[in-house]
């Protein structure tokens, strides 16, 4: 039930945004970034996760690529 109602406004926040005249990849990156925000403070919020935050300078040298199948 909490997940269709989380899905539900999801659904109607990116369409009034894209009404607003938001790009999709705008919308998509906010979200992500908002979760990466939580997740960081969370971690401060408990102290007891280790979190490698891969977006910051230098970071390019630390992804894999993953290989193909």
Known sequence: ???A???ESLTEAVT???QEGLHEDDIMNLLLETNRL???RA???TGRLVLM???GP???R???PVPER
């Open 62 to 64: 630390l992804v894999v």
């Open 58 to 60: 230098g970071s390019e």
């Open 43 to 45: 971690a401060a919020d």
């Open 5 to 7: 109602i989380l899905s």
């Open 38 to 40: 939580d997740t960081i």
């Open 1 to 3: 039930m909490a997940r």
């Open 53 to 55: 935050d891969v977006r």
């Open 16 to 18: 009034r945004a894209k």
